[in-house]
């Protein structure tokens, strides 16, 4: 497959990279004081795995997340002031993993998009 067909999942470097991408990131995000406290009360080992399935499907791997759509799984976080500089703060963790396991910029690129596409479902609006 050349890399102009292949998958975003396939460029980043399949499961290994989504695994150890999420991996990262959840740190990153749990050190963050300004995002952390929406994880206060999460089994972070459910929520790494929910993540990289969703992630996995939205980056265009094989489809195993059955999770809760984006506006259901972030409705309780809403509810508790989740706005768009929490959105942001968790693009920019996303990022700077991303930067971290040297993934190309036009990958990052790409997965911020992905990311991006979901901000009114995850703020509710």
């Known amino acids: 497959m050349s890399e102009n067909n292949a998958s975003l999942y396939d ?3 399949g499961e290994a990279a989504v695994n150890a991408a999420v991996d990262i ?3 990153k995000v749990l050190a963050d004081d300004r995002i952390n406290r929406f994880f206060e009360h999460t089994d972070m080992e459910k929520q790494a795995a929910k993540q990289k399935a969703f992630l996995t499907m939205a980056f265009g791997g ?4 059955s999770g809760a759509d984006m506006r259901k799984g972030h409705a309780h976080l809403v509810k508790q002031g989740l706005n768009d500089t929490h959105f942001d703060a968790v693009v920019e ?5 991303l930067q971290e396991l040297n993934v190309p ?4 690129d790409q997965v911020a ?8 479902d995850v703020l509710d609006r």
């Open 11 to 13: 460029q980043l470097g």
């Open 25 to 27: 990131f959840y740190r």
């Open 62 to 65: 094989p489809n195993n997340y």
């Open 93 to 97: 963790n996303l990022a700077s993993t």
């Open 105 to 108: 910029q036009s990958l990052i």
């Open 113 to 120: 998009a992905i990311a991006e596409s979901t901000r009114n």
